[in-house]
């Protein structure tokens, strides 16, 4: 059983939701970085995704695109990435999945990145432009090394689609809440509940949903009917207008996240 299987094991034997926040690497830095995924996992993150930058992160809007551009200045790069998940993995138990566009792990070799994502400690990969005829490929290479590939569905899925996308998924499937970029919205979508009943039709693994859930609010809400929400653009714009106290400030707004806490920072 992977570490994923074992969290949302332990999410479903303790009655509760999981909490799935999302950093990208090398915003502000590196050295950051490693401190915000210790600082994610003491907060009460279940599962941590690690965003890769990326130059035309066409899925994000403009707060993570922000951060991508500020990592890749700082000459943020995947090998990197992956020497600090290993470097973290002594202090760190929480599953990591690594969130990318598909071109960074083309320029880096398919094969050459799962044989080391593995070895480094990470523990599922999530493609945000995966094509269909690429995957089964991609889940081999995963799956021969130990990986979960996460695969994403949103509200304009057909139910044949999803089928597919179920059939070649594992640890868990993000659902997107809406159509569009990441960002905040003011409330939860009614869409996101009926696309993950339509995912319960096709498939066992847990649901996580994301895109523009940014309060406590809103992470109950999505726990009604769903295993775990995402949060990003809300952590990532705390990043960007944090001060020195950027770890302590976003660590105490993941706190706030959680349903039954104090109020958190207002989130863009």
Do not use: H
């Not at 799935?20 to 600082?39: K, Q, S, V």
């Not at 790069?77 to 960074?104: C, G, H």
């Not at 940014?214 to 960007?240: L, M, P, T």
């Amino acid at each position: 059983m992977s570490r994923i299987d074992e969290t949302f094991a332990r999410l479903k034997l303790e009655g509760k939701g999981g909490l799935i926040p999302f950093i990208t690497a090398g915003d502000p830095d590196i050295e950051t970085t490693r401190a915000l995924l210790i600082a994610l996992a003491r907060a009460g993150a279940d599962i941590i995704e690690l965003g890769v930058p990326f130059s035309d992160p066409i899925a994000d809007g403009p707060v993570i695109q922000r951060a991508s551009q500020r990592a890749l200045i700082n000459g943020t790069r995947l090998a990197q990435i992956l020497k600090l998940v290993a470097d973290v993995r002594e202090e760190l138990a929480v599953p990591i999945v690594i969130f990318s566009y598909l071109n960074p792990l083309l320029q880096f070799g398919l094969r050459r990145f799962a044989a080391e994502a593995a070895l480094a400690g990470v523990d599922g990969i999530l493609l945000t432009d995966l094509p269909a005829g690429e995957a089964n490929n991609f889940a081999q290479e995963l799956s021969a090394n130990s990986l979960d590939l996460i695969r994403l569905v949103a509200p304009t899925s057909t139910d044949e689609r999803l089928r597919i996308i179920a059939e070649r998924a594992s640890g868990f499937i993000y659902a997107v809440s809406r159509t569009g970029v990441t960002g905040k919205k003011t409330e939860s979508s009614e869409e996101a509940e009926k696309l993950v009943a339509r995912v319960r039709k096709v498939s066992d693994l847990p649901v996580a949903v994301g895109f523009g859930i940014s309060n406590s609010d809103q992470v109950g809400d999505v726990w009604r009917y769903a295993e775990a929400a995402v949060v990003g653009s809300a952590i990532v714009a705390e990043i960007e207008r944090a001060g020195v106290d950027v770890v302590q400030q976003v660590e105490g707004f993941v706190r706030s996240l959680l349903p039954g806490s104090a109020g958190g920072s207002p989130a863009e």
